[in-house]
């Protein structure tokens, strides 16, 4: 049995030129996640519409771009946003029990899809893992505290993704 793994990228604010950007970026990031997951022999990532809600498959992950944090999706579900009010380094959210993930467009330096394409790389990492900031510990390149998305998310950065495709998650996608 083998599956598609696909990373949605949803636009509901920032730059569509950037967030183009990061889907092409994600598109090289995870055949390496791919390569070190079981079950899955393909992956995509797939940028939508504000207006768009796509099928998901109970394994696919949606990452809410917003314009700033005060456009929260996690807020608007009731969530609490603090952490990234608190840190205006904090490039994205992901809260766990809502299973939404979400990343703040404003924080993007000069809307870089490099730093797009890594925040949207690291909530993914969040809810396929279902672990808050401890996923940090131990971690490097994309995946650590204060993450550094230069380059390419690293060797471990993959093989912890990819060790955790495959969860049940059915997020929704028309938030
Ligand atoms: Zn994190």
């Known amino acids: 049995m083998s599956s598609t793994f696909t990373l949605y990228l949803k636009r509901k604010g920032g730059s569509q030129d950037s967030a183009q950007k990061a889907v092409t970026l994600l598109k090289t990031y995870l055949p390496e996640v791919i390569k070190k997951a079981t079950g899955f022999s393909a992956a995509d990532a797939v940028l939508v519409d504000?207006?768009?809600?796509?099928?998901l498959l109970e394994t696919d992950v949606i990452v809410y771009m917003v314009r700033d944090v005060s456009k929260s999706v996690i807020a608007k579900k009731g969530g609490s946003t603090a952490m990234a009010e608190a840190n205006g380094n904090i490039l994205?959210?992901?809260?766990?029990?809502?299973?939404?993930c979400?990343?703040?467009f404003d924080r993007m330096y000069d809307g870089s899809p490099k730093e797009l394409s890594g925040a949207c790389y690291h909530e993914a990492a969040h809810i396929l893992s279902n672990m808050d900031n401890s996923l940090h510990k131990d971690q490097n390149g994309f995946l650590k505290d204060s993450p550094d998305y230069?380059?390419?998310?690293?060797?471990?950065?993959?093989?912890?993704v990819g060790k955790h495709l495959g969860r049940k998650?059915?997020?929704?996608?028309g938030l």
């Open 50 to 55: 504000e207006n768009a809600s796509p099928a």
């Open 92 to 100: 994205g959210l992901t809260d766990l029990n809502l299973k939404i």
């Open 102 to 104: 979400e990343v703040y």
């Open 150 to 160: 230069n380059g390419s998310p690293t060797d471990k950065n993959n093989e912890f």
């Open 169 to 173: 998650l059915s997020m929704n996608a």
